[in-house]
C-alpha cells in the first residue's frame, strides 16, 4: 500500500499534540499517542496502556521470585511492556524502507510502527502470577496452554475494538484504507509452529515475526536484558542496542543483519548467558522457587479453579498482589487446606528459605552432546526426570545417610537457536566480504555458543551433609559420565 490518503476527518497532529512521554529508567524517554484535544479520533495507545489488562501487569514481578534476592528488581511486567513498545517502535521506524521495498504490498510505515509497538506492549498480557512457573506449573499441566495462548484469547476478545480503532502511531496518521488487525497482533506474539503458518498472514507481515521469536535477539529481550540487569544492579547496560539496530536491515529475504555488527551480537548472546547465571537461576531463587512450586498447584485451584479462557474475569483480579493478600488471610482459616497452605506461604512471603544448595554444578552441552549420556541425563522430556536422578544419587549415599533429606533441582538454559538455519528461528547474515545474503555465517558464530547450559543443585535442610551428597552426585556423573571433568 505504502504512504496513502489521510482518513477523513483526520489530521497529523500539531508539534507535541497527541503525544505524551513516559520518563523510563532504561530508555530515558517514551513516547506515546493520546488523544487530541477537539479532534475526531479512534482510540489511541493511550487507551490501550489504560486497559485494564495492560495495568493488570503493574502487579506482576517481571523477574518471578529474583525480588526477593535483589532488592531494588522490584521492577513489573508493565514496565517490560512500555519497554518493549517502545524498542518495537524503533525497529519498525528503522526497518520500514527496507520492507517497503522488498515486500511493495506493505502498509503505510505509520501503520507498520503502530502493529509493532502495540504486539511489543501486549506481548506478555497472558502471563499470572509468578510468570513462566505460573505456565509450567498449572497452565501447561492442567490446560495444555500458556501464556501466550491466553494472551492471544485476551487480545481477541477484550482488546480487539480499541486495536481496531487506533488511526495512527508517533510517527504519523495511517492511509484512508487501513487498519489495524487484532489477528496480527496475536500472530507475532505467538512463537512458530512448523508448518503451521496461517494462509492470510502476508508475507510483509511474516518477514516481522521473526523480531518477537527470533533465538538471537528480540524485541522483547532487548528490553529485559537491559531492564533486569540495570534494576538488578548487574549493570547499567550490558549490551549495545544502537548498534544492533543500526546494522538490522530489511532485504529480500526478511530482516537481515551486517556481519559488521557480530560482535554486538556476540556481547549479547554473553550479556543474556551472565543474567541466567547471577539473576534468574540464583542459588537463593531456585530455593525459593522449590518451596512456590511445592504448593502453587494447591493455591491455584484455589484461586482460579477454572481455566483463564473459560473465566476471564476471575483471572483479571488475579495478580501477585491478589494472591498474596490471600494466602494470608488463609493462614488464620478454619478451612485446615487453607490454613497449611497459608502458613506455607508465611514462611516465604518471610524469605524463611526451606532449602540451601549443597553441591552445584554447571554443564555447558554443544551440538554434540545431544544424543551423548549427558543429554540422556538431563534433557529427558518426562516430568519425573528430576526424582529419577534424585533417586540414582540417592542410592551412591552410605547407608547411613540414604535418609537424609535433599531434592535435585535443574535449571536449563537456550542460550541460542537450536537451529541457526531455521529462518522462523532466526535472522539473515549480510555477508560483507562476499556480499552475500546467507546464514552460515550466523551458524558458524553460534558454534562457539553452548546450545544448553544446565545447572543442576542438590538442596538440602542444612550444610551437614554437604560433603556426603557431593560425594554421591560426583559418583554417579563420572559414572554416567565418564568424558566429563567435575567442577564442584
Known sequence: MGEGKTPEG?????????????????????????????LQEGATEEALLDNPWVQRLRYIHQLQSAFW??????????????????????????????????????????????????????????????????????LEPRW??????VGGFLIKEFLSHVIRSIRRSPSGVFSAEEALEPHWVAYLIKRPSPGQEPEEIPAWLQVLR??????IFTVDSLDFVRRDAYMSGLSRDPIDMERILHYSFISEKGVTYSSYGLAALQQFLQARINLFQAIYYHRTTRALDLSIQAIFS??????????????????????????????RQWAASRVKRLRDLGQAWAEILQRKRQWVTAYERTFYLDARDRSSPLADLFLRRDPENRLRIQQLIREKLPASSRSTRFVVDLASHDPRPDNPLDPQQCFWILNQNTGQVEQETL???????????????????????DEVLAGAAEALLSERLPSYTTNV
Open 443 to 465: 551458524a558458524a558464530l553460534l558454534e562457539n555458543v553452548p546450545y544448553r547450559i544446565i545447572k543442576m543443585r542438590l538442596m538440602a535442610s542444612d550444610h551437614a551433609c
Open 10 to 38: 483526520m489530521r497529523d497532529p500539531k508539534p507535541y499534540e497527541g503525544v505524551g512521554i513516559i520518563s523510563d529508567a532504561v530508555h530515558g524517554y517514551i513516547h506515546y499517542c493520546r488523544p487530541v484535544p477537539g
Open 69 to 138: 534476592v535483589y532488592p531494588s528488581a522490584e521492577h513489573s511486567r508493565f514496565q517490560h511492556s512500555l519497554g518493549a513498545m517502545h524498542v518495537a517502535g524503533r525497529f519498525a521506524s528503522h526497518l520500514w524502507p527496507g520492507l517497503s521495498r522488498h515486500f511493495p504490498h506493505a502498509p503505510s510505515m505509520a501503520l507498520v510502527e503502530s502493529l509493532m509497538r502495540v504486539a511489543g506492549l501486549l506481548h506478555d498480557l497472558g502471563h499470572g502470577p509468578f510468570s513462566h512457573m505460573f505456565d509450567s506449573e498449572y
Open 144 to 149: 495444555g496452554i500458556n501464556h501466550e495462548v
Open 298 to 327: 494447591k493455591t491455584m485451584k484455589e484461586l482460579l479453579p477454572r481455566s483463564p479462557l473459560e473465566d476471564p474475569d476471575k483471572y483479571l483480579e488475579l495478580t501477585e498482589y491478589s494472591l498474596f493478600n490471600r494466602v
Open 210 to 215: 521473526v523480531l518477537f521469536s527470533s533465538g
